[in-house]
């Protein structure tokens, strides 16, 4: 039988270390996420998107992007909002004047993007 002098010791165990123990765990886990996910390695990852982008808009014809690679690209970028005025100053840039299925979807994902991106609140 439990008497109330252990219930209290109990509580004190439970409330006093064992809970604190996991927040602490959690919130580490979160803000540990959080900040390695803005860490240097997605500056890269956003480099070597723009530097692929730019690379294949100035290849020569016969070289030519792939349509699907140039729309997967374009899709990346939103995966980084954090650069949008690059981004957006960059995509003003592009003009495509092809009128394949490639080309109008490449037109269509500027567009979106460039919405998307221009809807973003600053942080």
Known sequence: MVNGFEWIVLGLILFGMVIPFWLMTYLTAKISRTSRDAGPHRIMRY?????????????????????????ATIRELENYPEHRDVTLLYLEEITITGSGKFDELAKSEIQKLETYLLGLKDD
């Open 47 to 71: 480099n070597e998107v723009m530097d692929y982008l730019h690379s294949g808009l100035k290849r020569s014809k016969i070289d030519g992007l792939s349509g699907a690679s140039l729309v």
